[in-house]
């Protein structure tokens, strides 16, 4: 279809000639793709089919996508690895190659990123479980330490750390309101306590439900430092 709408809008292309060499008569017919040719498009498809799909798992929702970026990195890379290693895949295989090298050159960016681990954290599906059975543990860091593995880390034990110190963080700021800078400077910690405590009596008063009233109270008595590990 191609070659016949170029036909019928510009001519047929017959003559073609390079510097220095005698003119040929070259139809358009001479670019028409062969099976095999189109058999190559398919797979290059294949491969291009697996970075839409990820990248469409964050871009098409209106709701916010962090949570996805560990796991779609991640799934990619493992899909162009096995990909890598086919045989039907070998004209590729130096592209793939390239492709996973850049890959890993962002994935490594989230390294120190706690906020991707938090993301997942959060996410009621994902939560630590992701990590715990996706990432290497303390048998995984050691064998790699053996091995000499530059900056061998422990990355499940990394995540829990970095859950814990964020949770440490803002725990006990759990009944702040929202204010301006410079009312969250003047305010200090007791005194947003005394006041989230007597916000949180308040509300007993309004319209919740049990539920609410009893996790309320639970969340109030918990230790202002430690009461995070039992939302864990």
């Not at 809008?9 to 028409?32: M, V, Y």
């Not at 706690?114 to 050691?142: C, S, T």
Request: hydrophobic share 40%.
């Amino acid at each position: 279809a191609f070659i016949m709408v170029a036909d019928v809008k510009f001519g047929p292309i017959t003559r073609i000639r390079r510097k220095g060499e005698p003119t040929k008569n070259i139809p358009w017919s001479a670019f028409q793709l062969s099976e095999d040719d189109w058999k190559r498009v398919k797979l290059c498809a294949d491969i291009l089919a697996d970075a839409h799909q990820y990248q469409q798992s964050a871009s098409s929702s209106r709701a916010p996508t962090l949570h996805v970026v560990i796991p779609a990195l991640e799934t990619l890379s493992s899909r162009w690895e096995a990909k890598e290693k086919k045989t039907k895949y070998a004209i590729y295989r130096d592209a793939l190659k390239a492709a996973l090298k850049k890959l890993l050159k962002y994935y490594t960016k989230l390294d120190d990123a706690r906020a991707y681990i938090l993301a997942l954290y959060l996410h009621p599906y994902y939560k630590l479980l992701y990590i715990e059975e996706q990432w290497g543990g303390e048998e995984d860091f050691l064998a790699e330490v053996m091995d000499g593995v530059p900056n061998a880390r422990n990355w499940q034990a990394f995540a829990r750390q970095t859950v814990e110190d964020a949770l440490k963080e803002y725990w006990p700021k759990r009944f702040q309101p929202p204010s301006s800078k410079a009312e969250k400077a003047a305010q200090s910690t007791d005194t947003s306590d005394d006041a989230a405590a007597a916000n949180a009596a308040q509300d007993d008063d309004d319209d919740s439900g049990d539920f609410d009233r009893i996790r309320r109270r639970r969340l109030l008595n918990a230790d202002s430092e430690d009461g995070w590990k039992v939302e864990m």
